[in-house]
């Protein structure tokens, strides 16, 4: 009778291991098509922004309007760093994710159009 019971547990023991296993699976793939999604969006993304030749003049009044109060109005910085020279620590795809993600906190994120992005690119180049 216990090796009966043993086998019965056993195949009970299987049949949850193997639904764990594939809910682990599941979650797993789900998690990949989410970022390989959101992953090529942000490609698209920059890849239409560094296409235009934004204008450092509307940059200057974006930058101006959003970034100031952080950066100063000379983006020599205040709470975030000062900004020249930073084209040469960046390049254009790190920049955009950073100004698009907030990635260093307290930066927050921006919801930025490509031909502003550009824009606000062209502006950063011309602090060199």
């Known amino acids: 009778m216990s ?71 000379t983006a020599r910085g205040l709470v975030g760093p000062d900004l020249h020279s930073i084209t040469q620590r960046l390049n254009d795809k790190e920049i955009i994710k950073q100004v698009t993600g907030g990635l260093t906190p307290p930066m927050p994120s921006f919801e930025i159009d490509p031909a502003n992005m550009s824009n606000l690119l062209k502006y950063l180049h011309s602090l060199e």
Do not use: M, P, Q
Request: hydrophobic share 45%; glycine share 8%.
């Open 3 to 73: 090796t009966s019971s043993s086998t019965a547990a056993e195949r009970d023991f299987k049949r949850e291991f193997l639904k764990i296993v594939f809910v682990v699976f599941g979650v797993l793939l789900i998690c990949f098509c989410i970022f390989f999604v959101n992953h090529n969006e942000d490609n698209k993304y920059i890849i239409a922004t560094l296409e235009l030749n934004g204008s450092a003049e509307k940059g200057d009044a974006l930058f101006k309007i959003n970034c100031v109060g952080c950066h100063g109005i």
